[in-house]
């Protein structure tokens, strides 16, 4: 009984703190212009917190796992949309069409025959995502478009928590299910991996902004397929910093917890200084 306890208590600390960081995520992106959102999308959110605190997997088989999904939800806003077209603006069976694409293809990479080849696979879609961000950034900034004003206002804590309360609600639920998956298998390192780039934020987003009608679809489009090179980077490289405070039987630095917050904190700065950065390229000066 003291071990459940123990577990549900941790849980509840990685649930809340969890969103708290996420929470402040939103808060760091939350005035940007249209390109940026667009990169946001594919944000490694869930899947930072679930690196982090998902101690009895191994870290490069979750990260190998994540890279085909997370390139898959780049391609969302074009599939979202396309698919919103094809069946004359209805957008909630555009989101559940979108559910089960993804979860088609990782009902297929977790397949037997499939499993072997994980680490090819991953290879060729870094490969394949370097490519395609390449190609959307090249498009975007031969458009010539200069970089637009932002509105300056002041938003207050209660209005900013109350107009993103769908998104934080639903990054809760994500981390939610990859937290549970992780406790009932045990051995399910790919599985968790996978879990943790559950699209529900970026379908959400994705929704909201149809309906606000704040961006152009085009842009949009483009501007999403290039994330998943911003996530891989952040993905690669706070796997590196984990290898050094933890090893793949589960063994914790002594201080493994204060490091890992504070390189999951940084290493999300840096993921949004790219963000940013690379949208302000995308525009002509």
């Known amino acids: 009984m003291s071990v459940l306890s123990g577990d549900l208590v941790a849980l509840i600390l990685k ?10 995520v939103l808060w760091a992106v939350r005035a940007v212009d249209q390109r940026a959102v667009g990169i946001t999308l594919t ?65 297929l990479l977790e397949s037997d025959a499939a499993r072997p080849h994980r680490w090819t696979v991953a290879a060729a879609v870094a490969i394949v995502i370097v490519v395609v961000a390449v190609w959307a950034f090249l498009r ?17 804590a209660l209005n900013f928590l109350r107009d993103r309360r769908q998104r934080i ?43 606000e009608r704040r961006v152009d679809f085009g842009e949009f489009r483009l501007s999403a397929l290039i ?18 405070i933890r090893t793949d039987a589960g063994v914790l630095h002594a201080l493994y917890w204060p490091i890992g917050l504070a390189a999951l904190l940084i290493e999300w700065e840096l993921a949004r200084q790219a963000i940013l950065g690379l949208s302000r390229l995308t525009y002509r000066k």
Request: proline share 5%; glycine share 6%; net charge positive.
């Open 15 to 24: 649930l809340i703190l969890g969103t708290l960081a996420f929470v402040w």
């Open 43 to 107: 944000f490694p959110a869930v899947n930072g917190v679930v690196l982090l605190t998902v101690t009895d997997k191994i870290v490069s088989e979750m990260v190998v796992a994540i890279f085909p999904l997370m390139f898959l939800n780049g391609l969302l806003a074009t599939i979202f949309i396309a698919l919103r077209r094809r069946l004359a603006d209805r957008q909630g069976l555009a989101i559940v069409l979108c559910l089960a694409i993804w979860a088609s293809l990782a009902v």
């Open 140 to 156: 975007l900034r031969a458009a010539g478009v200069a970089m637009p004003a932002l509105p300056e206002r002041q938003v207050t």
């Open 169 to 211: 609600f639903l990054f809760f639920v994500s981390l939610l299910i990859v937290s549970l998956a992780a406790y009932v298998w045990r051995d399910a390192h790919s599985l968790v991996g996978r879990l943790s780039a559950l699209p529900l934020v970026p379908l959400f987003v994705l929704h909201w902004a149809v309906n």
């Open 227 to 244: 994330g998943p090179v911003v996530a891989m980077g952040f993905l690669l490289l706070f796997s590196l910093t984990l290898s050094f």
